[in-house]
């Protein structure tokens, strides 16, 4: 471990939680403008969360310690699946630890706590957002894992810095098994960050949440942990699907002097994808929720198909 | 890996997609879109190959399949529906994401038998080889699961684009005479096809091919 390593792996850190609420401001003034509203700004996100650290806490009578506890749970889970992934240097003290399917474990334990606080209170909206945040995280994690696994046969590592330094470091060459992972992840990462297809972050209709029903309970600190929590899930799927699939521009280890193009590279990026993902909601309707087997399957389908072709045609 | 190679690569996976894609789709619309696309990608990639082989008859059939599979057949059964008045929801006879994992499990059969069957050819598409029969083995596979007669016939002609397919990438395409009488054969087959289509309604009211069950003799 080296002392610009270390360096690096605070500086991202601090990074992905100062700059996740930025991008989710971003994504929503994108979606606003398409859809022909002012919008609220880019800084909208932070306003809100200094607004509910300001309040004071209401708890039900019935809340557990689990109900109160699980908001930091959730914040450091995804702090620290974002500060694994390699968004500007591939040289992270951090990344040996994690592999890309601890990653998915991350995940997978944020969605567990978040379940088991919404039926903590017993109401009727926690339990049904629960039920339907299961049934949405247990068809989209195998098709997360087969994309991460067609990135890994290819580079022949689970590891996602050896990943990003195979993948930055070819010569142009047309993968179609990456192309077919890209769109499933582009569908897994729409499910799993509450989206538009499958969930509806900007509405409290009642037949129709998924993710706000489960945080109806939370106020003050601690929503604003949750929503902090996934506007940081956001940056952390976007930066993965950069990772894996755009990882050009990325400074190589110990390399000081191309940080600062790494860092342009990856705002771009970040811009460029938080503009393509409110374009991509304001075009497609919401499912109902029967579909959304359908379309996660699907989505597994195409992973599937990555692999197998990755394994036919050799690219 | 040549770029030329690549891009053939490509197109076979994109081809594997659609074919995945109709299997998947409700609409009797969008099924004849996809089809006409599927020709679309079936003639880049044949011109590809005739194009990085240098092999000049391929330039015709990629021709031929351009106006008989892209521009012709799909116009031919935009009208039919048109006059039939078909545009419902094509309803399978298993629920979609069963057939998509049936559908999975084909292209895995498909893969693994082409597998010793491609390391014998020559040619440098040897290894769409399997991609090809998974698409012929899944449009199969849409004509078994459908009920009405249109999404049936649709996935007879996919299944010949998905033969044409085979043959281009494991032979470099089937002598001119052969790919001549075949383009025929699926133009007539689908006037044919046309014919029966009001007779099957005349006759059932309905374009539901398990009414002809009746016709048989007890």
């Known amino acids: 471990m080296s002392y610009s390593g270390l360096l690096l792996q605070l500086f991202q850190d601090a990074l992905v939680v100062l700059i996740a609420p930025l991008l989710l401001g971003w994504v929503n003034q994108c979606r606003a403008w398409l859809q022909n509203r002012s919008g609220a700004g880019v800084l909208q996100p932070y306003r809100n969360l200094v607004k509910l650290f300001h309040k004071d806490a209401v708890l039900a009578n019935n809340a557990s310690p689990l109900f109160r506890f699980t908001p930091y749970i959730l914040f450091s889970g995804m702090w620290l699946a974002a500060a694994l992934v390699p968004v500007i240097a591939t040289d992270l003290p951090l990344s040996p630890a994690v592999d890309v399917i601890a990653l998915v474990g991350i995940f997978a334990l944020a969605r567990v706590f978040i379940s088991l606080a919404a039926m903590d209170i017993g109401t009727a909206f926690g339990t049904l957002g629960a039920r339907r945040e299961m049934l949405v995280g247990f068809l989209a994690e195998p098709a997360l894992l087969m994309v991460f696994f067609t990135a890994s046969a290819i580079s ?3 590891s996602l ?24 992840f582009v569908m897994v990462m729409l499910a799993e960050n509450a989206r538009i297809p ?10 129709t949440m998924i993710h706000e029903a489960m945080i109806l309970e939370y106020s003050a600190r601690h929503l604003a942990l949750v929503e902090w929590a996934s506007a940081i899930k956001l940056l952390a799927y976007i930066t993965i699907g ?14 000081l002097e191309a940080l600062p193009l790494a860092l342009a590279a990856l705002f771009l990026k970040l811009a460029v994808a938080g503009a393509s993902l409110a374009l991509l909601e304001t075009l497609s309707a919401k499912l109902r929720i029967f579909r959304v087997p359908e379309y996660l399957g699907t989505a597994f389908l195409l992973a599937v198909l990555a692999m197998l072709v990755h394994f036919l045609l050799g690219a | 890996m040549a770029f030329s190679q690549q891009l053939i690569n490509l197109f076979a996976a994109l081809l594997l997609l659609i074919a995945f894609a109709m299997l998947s789709q409700r609409r009797i619309l969008s099924l ?10 079936l003639t880049t990639s044949t011109a590809i190959v005739a194009w990085s082989s240098h092999q000049h008859h391929l330039y015709y059939s990629a021709a ?11 116009w031919l059964l935009h009208r039919l529906i048109r006059k039939l008045n078909v545009k419902w929801d094509v309803e399978p006879m298993i629920n979609i ?10 292209v895995v059969f498909s893969f693994n038998l082409a597998l010793p069957i491609s390391q014998l050819a020559g040619t440098i598409t040897r290894s769409t080889l399997g991609i090809a029969m998974a698409s012929v083995l899944l449009s199969f596979m849409m004509m078994i699961t459908r009920r009405k007669a249109v999404p049936q016939v649709i996935g007879f002609l996919a299944m010949e684009n998905g033969l044409f397919f085979a043959a281009t990438s494991s032979t470099y395409g089937m002598p001119m005479v052969v790919e001549l009488g075949i383009a025929l054969d699926v133009l007539v087959g689908s006037f044919i096809f046309g014919i029966f289509f009001f007779q099957i309604r005349e006759t059932f009211d309905s374009l539901d091919t398990r009414h002809m069950e ?5």
């Open chain 2, 64 to 74: 031929l399949t351009l106006i008989i599979k892209v521009i012709a057949l799909p």
């Open chain 1, 198 to 207: 499958v969930d509806n972050p900007a509405t409290h209709l009642e037949l």
């Open chain 2, 97 to 106: 994401p069963s057939t998509m994992l049936i559908g999975l499990a084909l």
């Open chain 1, 242 to 255: 950069i990772a894996l699939f755009a990882p050009w521009g990325i400074a190589e280890a110990s390399n």
């Open chain 1, 156 to 158: 022949q590592s689970t």
């Open chain 1, 161 to 184: 810095v050896t990943i990003v330094e195979t993948l930055a470091h070819r010569q142009f060459v047309l993968y179609p098994s990456l192309a077919f992972a890209a769109v499933a």
């Open chain 2, 214 to 218: 009746k016709l048989k003799e007890d």
């Open chain 2, 32 to 41: 004849i879109n996809l089809f006409a696309m599927q020709g679309l990608m």
